[in-house]
Each structure stands twice: as structure tokens, then as C-alpha cells.
């Protein structure tokens, strides 16, 4: 029968799936976990990351050879204001390491 569904119920669908994940898959102290997914469907893309992962939508254009990256998803780095409130709100604690020397 394939998918079917709203654009609506897909993306509350995939946010779901996310959420559900982060609540019951193990935790380590140390560090968190990172996940991507491209879900085509008919004639649009979904796009659903968690962590500092990345992923890329490109289009290879045959006649010219020539190759365009459209969209690229934003990795949920802790160094990022938004990033490091979201996690701290949920009672995470977000450590940086110390660069240089």
C-alpha cells in the first residue's frame, strides 16, 4: 500500500519516532547519540536529524554534469545558544571541552 498521510501527519509522524527514540533508548553519561532522515515521498523531502548530525539534498543535473547541493540540515551542536537552553530546559547538562593549550 506504500505511505500515505498529510504533510502534517508525515512530519508529526517523524517527530514522534524522535522523540519516542531519545525517551527510551540508553544514555550514556558522557554523551549523547545523533540520527538522520531523508524520507522522500511523491514529490517532496523530509528532513529529520537529531544531534550534530548532517545531511544534504543535491541534485545532479545530467545535460550540464554539474551537481547543486539545495538543502543542508543545521547540526544541533551544544555550543549553540538555542541547542545548549533546549537540552538544559529538559534537565540535560551540556559540557564543552576546553580547546587549545
Known amino acids: ?8 501527519e508525515i512530519s508529526q509522524a517523524l517527530t514522534e519516532t524522535f522523540i519516542e ?3 527510551t533508548a540508553p544514555a550514556e553519561e558522557s554523551g549523547g547519540c545523533t540520527a538522520s532522515v531523508v ?4 514529490p517532496k523531502v523530509y528532513f ?3 544531534g550534530d548530525s ?3 539534498l543535491v541534485v545532479y543535473r545530467g545535460k550540464t554534469a554539474t551537481v547543486e547541493i539545495i538543502y543542508v540540515t ?3 551542536k551544544p555550543d549553540l545558544e538555542d541547542e545548549r537552553e533546549r537540552v538544559e530546559s529538559r534537565g540535560g547538562q551540556v559540557y564543552l ?4 593549550t
Open 74 to 76: 543545521r547540526e544541533d
Open 1 to 8: 500500500k506504500g505511505l500515505q498521510g498529510t504533510v502534517e
Open 97 to 100: 571541552p576546553l580547546r587549545g
Open 54 to 56: 548532517r545531511s544534504f
Open 21 to 23: 527514540l531519545d525517551e
Open 48 to 50: 529529520a536529524n537529531a
Open 39 to 42: 524520507l522522500q515521498h511523491g
